[in-house]
């Protein structure tokens, strides 16, 4: 079982950043690939980035390449999302996944076994 805590969310202007964290409960974090998804309002649940268990790999959407990096520190048991340059469209609420499969989170249709509550990004322009 893991439980998944986000925070960093907020409100900033576009071209402006913010830093996502996604604490999680466990002792066994690097087994687990990590995960950001988001959904906009009125629109289904995208896929953002995530990250292999050992933070060596990693995949980006296409709408985020580039602006976005995902990263953790598996001392600190902790998944971040870094998102530069932002624009309105990137406004959503953000979720983090986990799954000890790194494929489960890298192909559709991307159905990681635990999230967060999620954090609400807002962007404005």
């Known amino acids: 079982q893991v439980q998944l805590v986000e925070s960093g969310g907020g409100l900033v202007q576009a071209g402006g950043s913010l830093r996502l964290s996604c604490a999680a409960s466990?002792?066994?974090?690097?087994?687990?690939?990590m995960g950001w998804f988001r959904q906009a309002p009125g629109k289904g649940r995208e896929f953002v980035a995530t990250?292999?268990?050992?933070?060596?790999?990693?995949y980006y959407a296409e709408s985020v390449k580039g602006r976005f990096t995902i990263s953790r520190d598996n001392a600190k048991n902790t998944v971040y999302l870094q998102m530069n340059s932002l624009k309105p469209e990137d406004t959503a609420v953000y979720y983090c996944?986990?799954?000890?499969?790194?494929?489960?989170?890298?192909?559709?249709?991307?159905?990681?076994?635990?999230w967060g509550q999620g954090t609400q990004v807002t962007v404005s322009s």
């Open positions: 996944a986990a799954d000890t499969s790194f494929v489960t989170m890298r192909l559709p249709p991307r159905n990681p076994s635990y």
């Open positions: 990250v292999s268990g050992s933070g060596g790999t990693t």
């Open positions: 466990g002792r066994t974090f690097s087994s687990y690939a």
